[in-house]
């Protein structure tokens, strides 16, 4: 399961200094973030495909939900996170 550790994984990478490091906490939001979408996406694909099931596209929105309000609340005062989240939603 890659999809939680995406950020972790990133920042460990590209080992970033102190000065312009991220807080753990911001990272295990990103994780959370990350499998919120995964699985509003793949409930959203499923259901384009005719694959899915509708009665869990309430869940896909749930998800989403949750996904965007991480990013409001955890990079509310990054300005070019909330710029780029506001202007795409």
């Not at 991220?22 to 994780?31: A, E, N, R």
């Not at 309430?58 to 998800?63: H, T, V």
């Not at 939900?65 to 506001?86: E, G, P």
Request: proline letters at 4%; aromatic letters at 14%; hydrophobic letters at 45%.
């Amino acid at each position: 399961m890659q999809i939680p550790l995406m950020p972790f994984l990133f920042h460990a990478n590209f080992g970033l200094t102190n000065e312009k490091s991220i807080l753990k906490k911001d990272v295990i939001l990103l994780g959370q973030a990350n499998v919120l979408g995964w699985l509003a996406y793949t409930i959203y694909d499923d259901f384009l495909d005719e694959e899915g099931k509708p009665e869990l596209l309430p869940l896909a929105n749930m998800y989403l939900r949750r996904l965007i309000y991480i990013y409001d609340t955890a990079f509310s005062t990054n300005k070019v996170v909330a710029s780029f989240s506001h202007k795409n939603t």
